[in-house]
T-cell receptor, first 117, second 112 residues
Framework: DVKVTQSSRYLVKRTGEKVFLECVQD?????MFWYRQDPGLGLRLIYF???????EKGDIPEGYSVSREKKERFSLILESASTNQTSMYLC????????????????FGQGTRLTVV | SQQGEEDPQALSIQEGENATMNCSYK?????LQWYRQNSGRGLVHLIL?????REKHSGRLRVTLDTSKKSSSLLITASRAADTASYFC????????????FGAGTRLFVKA
């Protein structure tokens, strides 16, 4: 069974802390994504990666960075957590389409609900 | 920016009825996907329809795509209480790349 695992289900951090959210997939997928989900706003793309050490900004990258040192792991880093980063964070992975640059079915983790106090 | 915009935002129906959700998008796409999310959980992929397809079925799900109107619909027939969830459409946002961009979703509530 395919699996995307996020390291924490719930997390509480203090303002100003450096926060690491970890995501691991076991499907050998090339693409990995980080989204945040807020009520009424749906999922917004923060960063994505299409290869090891490669990353591209999504729609809301400010205040975040990412790391992909190994194919199966994609980390989201909040350099200095702020209260407006309180949200549900969702990691996803997908394989690259053999026909070229085309998105395919994404597999999601269960999400990390982060509260910054 | 959100590529897909679902309509309605919320839908409440009786068990056994059909549920129709719509999605509009802004740019040309390679494909369009529909996902489901149970409360507080990750998303689960339902169906993918390519830009050269007009209709696709999967069990009780029927998806249509009209590229001339830049819209898609998801029909769930004979709905069940277990179909209660949020439903999202997703596209590549016209980037021709690997990005998958979601709309705000439709919240479906099926009353038993």
């Amino acid at each position: 069974d395919v699996k995307v695992t996020q390291s924490s289900r719930y997390l509480v951090k203090r303002t100003g802390e450096k926060v690491f959210l970890e995501c691991v997939q076991d499907m050998d997928h090339e693409n990995m994504f980080w989204y945040r989900q807020d009520p009424g706003l749906g999922l917004r793309l923060i960063y994505f990666s299409y290869d090891v050490k490669m990353k591209e900004k999504g729609d809301i990258p400010e205040g975040y960075s990412v790391s992909r040192e190994k194919k199966e792991r994609f980390s989201l880093i909040l350099e200095s957590a702020s209260t407006n980063q309180t949200s549900m964070y969702l990691c996803a992975s997908s394989e690259q389409h053999s026909g070229g640059r085309m998105n395919t079915e994404a597999f999601f983790g269960q999400g990390t609900r982060l509260t910054v106090v | 920016s959100q590529q897909g915009e679902e309509d309605p935002q919320a839908l409440s129906i009786q068990e056994g009825e059909n549920a129709t959700m719509n999605c509009s998008y802004k740019t040309s796409i390679n494909n369009l996907q529909w996902y489901r999310q149970n409360s507080g959980r990750g998303l689960v992929h339902l169906i993918l329809i390519r830009s050269n397809e007009r209709e696709k079925h999967s069990g009780r799900l029927r998806v249509t795509l009209d590229t001339s109107k830049k819209s898609s619909s998801l029909l769930i027939t004979a709905s069940r209480a277990a179909d209660t969830a949020s439903y999202f459409c997703a596209t590549d946002g016209g980037t021709g790349g690997f990005k998958t961009i979601f709309g705000a979703g439709t919240r479906l509530f099926v009353k038993a």
